[in-house]
């Protein structure tokens, strides 16, 4: 038997929790205050998020499943969910009381806030759960902090400046939260230098197939999805260990592959534009173009 619960109400959730609400649009929950989940004949719950949602959870509470991939939610991982986003999560046999902290806030909150006009760089939010923060230690304190400076903030009594105080100490922890990802990059190069291994024979093998002339020219979803990664922790990945983006890195392959086929003098520049996928050839030509500085055309004729 599957349960919805919709995360769309600070109060309701609140109340669920056993925390009072300070904020109708902001709330730091400390599950430790939480009764006892038993969810009977349940055996999974779909998550469906209406606010932005970071959980550091201190107990095995269930295996999680978000988009196509489950996931072993360990104790002390910190977890990010976007407003629009849905998890599902295995009900675990035995009653367990919960432990942890969560952020919750409502994208309204941000609405004329500095955080509200780049809350999309935080692309963590768009991270696969099996892609979530592990934390070090000293790390957890840093967030633990965190949680306690915007308590403190939401338990002082509403002035003028309440909203700037509370708004910049959240986007002073998903600084924070960003700077420990990069940490993680670091401390999984060896995992990341394997992922660009394969992503770089799974873009020779797509240009040796006829993936170009069925499907078109390779996309960064394509191999994130081949790779069991969300586009954006693949995206992330490959520009800290190329210092380009997965997207240009495609791109430079591409014209890379271009120059090699452009010697071949019976080939039109319009035969190689469809054989590297392009759907129009002035396409090919302008990218070529952007990348080597001449045409496709000129550039066949230069290096003879």
């Known amino acids: 038997m599957e349960r919805i619960y919709a995360i769309n109400n600070i109060s309701q959730y609140n109340a669920d929790n056993n925390t009072k609400t300070l904020n109708p649009l902001v709330s730091v929950i400390d599950y430790s205050k939480a009764e006892m989940r038993e969810w009977g004949n349940v055996n999974s719950i779909k998550f469906q998020y209406g606010m932005y949602c970071v959980f550091l959870k201190d107990v095995k509470c269930g295996d999680m499943k978000y988009g196509r991939h489950y996931y072993d939610y360990q104790a002390g991982t910190l977890a990010f969910f976007a407003t629009g986003q849905v998890m599902e999560m295995l009900i675990p046999a035995e009653p367990y009381q919960p432990a942890g902290f969560g952020l919750i806030f409502h994208s309204d909150f941000l609405l004329g806030t500095e955080l509200?006009?780049?809350?999309?760089n935080y692309k963590f939010f768009d991270y696969e759960t099996n892609?979530?923060?592990h934390l070090s230690d000293d790390e957890r304190k840093m967030i633990l902090d965190s949680f306690s400076k915007i308590e403190f903030e939401l338990t002082q009594p509403i002035d003028k400046h309440s909203k700037k105080l509370i708004a910049s100490n959240i986007e002073l922890f998903?600084?924070?939260c960003q700077r420990f990802y990069d940490r993680q990059f670091i401390t999984r190069d060896a995992e990341n230098k394997g992922i660009l291994a394969q992503f770089e024979t799974?873009?020779?093998t797509y240009f040796m197939s006829e993936y170009p002339q069925i499907i078109g020219l390779p996309t960064v979803a394509h191999f994130a999805n081949e790779l069991h990664l969300s586009a954006n922790y693949f995206g992330d990945l490959i520009k800290r260990e190329t210092g380009q983006s997965a997207k240009e890195y495609i791109q430079n392959k591409t014209i890379e592959l271009a120059k090699g086929i452009l010697f071949e003098r019976n080939k039109s520049i319009n035969q190689i534009a469809f054989e590297l996928g392009f759907k129009y050839p002035q396409h090919f030509t302008r990218l070529f173009k952007q990348k080597v500085g001449i045409t496709p055309k000129e550039y066949k004729f230069t290096e003879k």
Request: proline content about 0%; overall charge neutral.
């Open 131 to 133: 892609e979530a923060l």
């Open 116 to 120: 509200g006009k780049h809350i999309r």
């Open 174 to 176: 998903l600084d924070y």
């Open 202 to 204: 799974l873009l020779n």
